[in-house]
Structure formats: structure tokens, C-alpha cells
């Protein structure tokens, strides 16, 4: 057996286990990635159905929101309305301007 020969044999018996050793991240990334692919299609058919009531649910909080609160901003806006045409009549019988 030459160097030369021992030098090639060495080698190949490096590299060996050094492919091995960084192929397995790979591995574990395919499978991971496949793993994920296979949950994400069974999940589809209930994320689609959690959409739709979480969708539902928010109009409904909305709609009734709007609902509840209609009245106070109605009573807030005919108050400012108010205030404002009593101040006005407040400077006309001063005979000053109106803030």
C-alpha cells in the first residue's frame, strides 16, 4: 500500500462519516417540513370553520355594540347642541360675541 493510496482511503474514511453527520439535519427538516404539511391539510377544513364563527361573532359584537352605544351618542350630540344654542343665546343678551 502507498501513501498515496493510504492518503485516499483516509479520506474517503473522513468524509464518510462527516456526510453522514451533516445529512442529518437535513433528514430531520424534510421529515419536519412534511410532518407540517400533513397537519396543516388536516387543519384546513376546521381553521375554515373557526374563521367563519370568529367572523360571525364579530359582527354581531359589532352590530350590537353600535346598538347599545347609538343612544349615548345621540344624547352627547344633542347636549353639545344644546349647550351650544345656550351659549349663543347667553352672548346675544350679553351683546357680545359667542365663544
Same mark, same amino acid.
Given at each position: 500500500?502507498?501513501?498515496?493510496?493510504?492518503?485516499?482511503?483516509?479520506?474517503?474514511?473522513?468524509?464518510?462519516?462527516?456526510?453522514?453527520?451533516?445529512?442529518?439535519?437535513?433528514? !430531520?427538516?424534510?421529515? %419536519?417540513?412534511?410532518?407540517? *404539511?400533513?397537519?396543516? &391539510?388536516?387543519?384546513? @377544513?376546521? #381553521?375554515?370553520? =373557526?374563521?367563519?364563527? !370568529?367572523?360571525?361573532? %364579530?359582527?354581531?359584537?359589532? *352590530?350590537?355594540?353600535? &346598538?347599545?352605544?347609538? @343612544?349615548? #351618542?345621540?344624547? =352627547?350630540?344633542?347636549?353639545?347642541?344644546?349647550?351650544?344654542?345656550?351659549?349663543?343665546?347667553?352672548?346675544?343678551?350679553?351683546?357680545?360675541?359667542?365663544?
Amino acid at each position: 500500500m502507498t501513501i498515496a493510496s493510504a492518503r485516499d482511503l483516509a479520506l474517503i474514511y473522513f468524509i464518510i462519516p462527516s456526510l453522514i453527520i451533516s445529512a442529518m439535519p437535513l433528514i !430531520a427538516l424534510y421529515f %419536519a417540513v412534511r410532518g407540517l *404539511r400533513i397537519g396543516r &391539510r388536516r387543519m384546513m @377544513p376546521y #381553521v375554515h370553520l =373557526a374563521q367563519f364563527y !370568529a367572523s360571525r361573532i %364579530a359582527r354581531l359584537t359589532h *352590530r350590537t355594540s353600535e &346598538r347599545v352605544a347609538q @343612544p349615548f #351618542v345621540v344624547a =352627547a350630540g344633542i347636549g353639545s347642541q344644546i349647550e351650544n344654542i345656550a351659549m349663543q343665546f347667553i352672548a346675544f343678551i350679553r351683546g357680545t360675541e359667542a365663544p
